[in-house]
């Protein structure tokens, strides 16, 4: 039978030669030996086994036939009659649901250029209006779907979304209350989560946020010149000399009681260098972790960033990525949260059949209760499955976790990057391609690019220090939500 | 394991499913590569048996560029080799304007 390598990635780190696995998500220190069979396997031709090892030196011929075969264990070498990546029926029962993104206002005070929810590229139907406020009733209803859709799951998270969320915190309140009181009644956990602007922070929702140990992201662009070109007020005035004593504030306030306060970047065509960025936000300003994503848009929009900028993110990615290893190697935890996430994804060797959770264990909520897959989608009429009132749609959610299977995605099938990336962000692919089942393929060189950074990290890490990769052994807490998430 | 040394945890739970159970290695590997000639997006022309694509065994997408680049099969489509080496010239991207493609006569 004809044996061929496995779409993988081979590396070296500190004269070691490494594999990742795209079939299983492994990763694993190849011996001369085996390098040698992969290597064979990798021909066209490929290895008929077992009657390559017929010509093969007697003394050599055992640890050949030991090497395939842990080859094939692993993942990186594969028969051809091996069944093709498929996407299974999924299972009858529907998932548990762990989290709710509750957008509880479509209202900002701010208008920042890029924003997908106004800007340009905003998926709403503008002459359609809403509900520019979610109700206390629409919120519990949407808690009670949470709790009865929860399974079995003892830990469940309410996120809170905008618009500016903070603008209906007597929604958020009211929520927490009664979220706290289901999970009392049901004997789950909940925790909460919210990203904000920053603006409407003082002390009373500071308290809040501190008693009730919310995640905490805050949108920011980095020092006062990156901030304000784009994240202003209606004026057109810049919103960082409003925040910055308010943030420092709310980090002070969570220091020691609260959670980890994450900063999330939006990235656009003119972006600042991203350690400089990092250093700001990390050093001066005191955010615990820092979080970097290009802006969602399609590619004609000024603020949309070019290929050559793609590459100087790389570059800067690379550059702080060299720091994140150094404080590695010493046992520091380094804020760099894309970064983080992507180690902590490679350790546990996820192979992800869905490029995230959304419509999985997770859903987003408009102002009005539709349910939406995620809470990019909810002010949208795409993809709308069901209402909090009646319930998720079943067969709608299906059709939309069918359609965005990696297996669907025929460009992945080929790609060593795929057990984490999955074809990416279903709202860029629908801002793009105007289709959410579509892979990004204008991120693929990117994504691969970076993938293959994280790889030779993590190994460098386990080379030099490696029980601080036990920190990943559970998810990571690092952030609230980063790299992909929240771009408001 | 004596030739590879498992680093992340998927590679040593697949060590250890390896040894006792088969089955469990197999689950931990639910994603796959293709089974098919053609690992790319490419438009196709197949049909079934009743005319209609729904049975076939592979996506209808997956032959057409295969059989014009590459593929020793005596295909109803223009050959890059010798005949037709331009008839995709129209079609960038095959993913996004596949339609361009243009019809030929031999």
């Known amino acids: 039978m004809i044996y061929r390598a496995a779409i993988h990635r081979t590396f070296e780190a500190g004269g070691q030669t490494f594999a990742y696995s795209a079939a299983s998500g492994a990763v694993v220190a190849l011996d001369e030996t085996s390098q040698a069979v992969l290597q064979r396997c990798a021909t066209a031709d490929g290895v008929d086994h077992p009657r390559w090892l017929d010509s093969a030196p007697d003394e050599t011929r055992l640890t050949q036939r030991e090497a395939f075969e842990e080859l094939v264990g692993m993942g990186l070498v594969r028969s051809e009659f091996e069944p093709a990546l498929t996407a299974d029926p999924l299972p009858e029962s529907a998932f548990p649901l762990q989290t709710v993104v509750l957008n509880v206002t479509n209202k900002c005070n701010l208008s920042c250029s890029y924003c997908y929810e106004f800007g340009e590229d905003r998926l709403s139907d503008a002459t359609r ?38 603008l209906n915190l007597d929604t958020i309140r009211a929520s927490v209350d009664y979220a706290e009181q289901r999970a009392r009644e049901t004997g789950k956990r909940v925790s909460f989560a919210l990203t904000t602007n920053a603006t409407l922070l003082d002390e009373a929702t500071i308290a809040f946020l501190v008693e009730h140990r919310f995640g905490v992201n805050i949108s920011i662009d ?47 065509r003119g972006m600042a260098d991203i350690a400089e960025t990092y250093r700001h936000l990390h050093d001066e300003v005191g955010f615990e972790s820092v979080g970097f994503a290009p802006v969602t848009s399609s590619s004609e929009r000024d603020f949309a960033l070019p290929a050559e900028e793609m590459d100087r993110l790389l570059r800067g990615f690379t550059a702080l990525a060299e720091e994140y290893v150094a404080a590695a190697t010493q046992d520091r935890q380094h804020g760099f949260s894309n970064l983080h996430d992507l180690l902590g994804e490679l350790h546990r060797g996820v192979s992800k059949a869905h490029p995230c959770g959304a419509a999985l264990g997770l859903v987003g909520v408009s102002t009005e209760g539709q349910i939406s897959p995620c809470h990019r989608f909810v002010e949208s009429d795409a993809h709308v499955m069901g209402d909090v009132k009646t319930g998720i749609d079943e067969k709608l959610r299906a059709e939309f976790l069918h359609a965005g299977h990696v297996a669907q995605k025929i460009p992945c099938h080929s790609c060593f990057a795929r057990p984490h990336c999955a074809g990416g962000c279903y709202h860029e692919a629908h801002v793009r391609y105007g289709d959410a089942g579509s892979p990004n393929l204008h ?13 030779d990290c993590y190994a460098r890490i386990w080379l030099a220090n490696p029980g601080y990769l036990d920190r990943f052994e559970e998810r990571p807490k690092l952030a609230v939500r980063s790299s992909s998430e929240t771009q408001a | 394991m004596n030739h590879l040394r498992p680093i992340n945890r998927k590679a040593a739970a697949l060590a250890r499913a390896r040894l006792d159970q088969p089955g469990a290695a197999r689950a931990l590997m639910l ?15 197949e049909v079934d048996s009743s005319g209609g694509t729904y049975g076939l065994c592979q996506p209808i997408e997956r032959d057409l560029y295969d059989c014009y680049h590459s593929c020793y099969w005596p295909a109803q489509v223009p050959d890059s080799l010798t005949n037709f080496p331009s008839w995709t010239k129209t079609c960038g991207s095959p993913v996004q304007d596949w339609s361009q493609v243009d019809l030929v006569f031999p």
């Open chain 2, 31 to 45: 994603v796959d590569t293709p089974y098919g000639c053609s690992t790319q997006f490419a438009p196709g022309w």
């Open chain 1, 129 to 166: 209006a809403r509900a520019p406020r979610m109700s206390e009733e629409t919120a519990r209803a949407s808690l009670d779907m949470l709790f009865e859709k929860s399974g079995r799951l003892r830990d469940l998270t309410v996120t809170f979304f905008g618009g500016e969320t903070l």
């Open chain 1, 222 to 268: 980095g020092a006062q010149g990156d901030h304000d070109r784009h994240r202003t007020f209606k004026s057109g005035k810049g919103s960082y000399s409003v925040v910055l004593p308010r943030i420092r504030a709310l980090l002070a306030a969570m220091r020691g009681r609260g959670r980890p306060v994450g900063a999330r970047v939006t990235l656009t």
């Open chain 1, 443 to 455: 991120a693929c060189d990117w994504i691969r690019a970076w993938t293959a950074l994280g790889l």
